[in-house]
């Protein structure tokens, strides 16, 4: 998924090691309206229940958009745990 963020400044860090955490890659940092902007790729599975994360991180001041990028391949070990929780 290709995700957005708008974020003040001060939190930009959590959310950032929050989206490395998540196996996000960071595609740009920037700044946009006077706060912080944050362009990255995350896997979708990666991202469930992650409004509820961004609002705690931000204090409830981070916006977000999420749109889907394209497809890829699951990593082993993923792909693994995948099946395992589906048999």
């Known amino acids: 998924m290709q995700v957005e963020y708008t974020v003040p400044v001060d939190h930009q860090g959590d959310l950032l090691g929050d989206l490395n955490r998540r196996r996000g890659r ?12 944050i362009h990255a790729e995350v ?8 409004a509820n994360s ?20 699951v990593p082993g070990g993923a792909a693994a745990d995948v099946v395992a929780a589906n048999r």
């Open 26 to 37: 960071i595609t740009t940092v920037g700044e946009k309206n006077g706060g912080g902007s």
């Open 43 to 50: 896997p979708l599975g990666e991202m469930f229940g992650y």
């Open 54 to 73: 961004i609002r705690s991180l931000s204090r409830g001041r981070a916006e977000h958009s999420m749109t889907p990028a394209r497809f890829e391949q």
